[in-house]
Nanobody, 123 residues
Framework: QAQVVESGGGLVQPGGSLRLSCTGS????????MGWFRQAPGKEREFVGA???????YYADSVRGRFTISRDNAKNKMYLQLNGLRPEDTAVYYC?????????????????WGQGTLVTVSS
């Protein structure tokens, strides 16, 4: 069964850093596109960024230059490095994967979702 599981969330002070991990199983991990989303309290889920199977990355304007997405296919992991964190980055962060391999990246194809990991930015 295809699934992804996030980890690495926690409490961090403004300006601090955190690294989130997403571990996939039951997936052709090296051949699929993946992404990160977040949902702040009282707000809708929003796109954070994505990484394609060939390593191309995309970012939301709100995080570009502060957040970095990478992947380690040998470990079936994707990462989200969060730097320069702000209180408005507080949210549950979700990993998502397109379970169909060899497909061109489109956000609407991300159909496997994790349960999320909470990031709280506060002093």
């Amino acid at each position: 069964q295809a699934q992804v599981v996030e980890s690495g969330g926690g409490l961090v002070q403004p300006g601090g850093s955190l690294r989130l991990s997403c571990t996939g199983s039951g997936l052709w991990f090296s051949d699929i596109n993946m992404g990160w989303f977040r949902q702040a309290p009282g707000k809708e889920r929003e796109f954070v960024g994505a990484i394609t199977r060939d390593g191309t990355t995309y970012y939301a304007d709100s995080v570009r230059g502060r957040f970095t997405i990478s992947r380690d296919n040998a470990k079936n992991k994707m990462y989200l490095q969060l730097n320069g964190l702000r209180p408005e980055d507080t949210a549950v962060y979700y990993c998502a994967a397109d379970q169909t391999p060899f497909r061109q990246y489109e956000m609407r194809h991300l159909d496997i979702w994790g349960q999320g990991t909470l990031v709280t930015v506060s002093s």
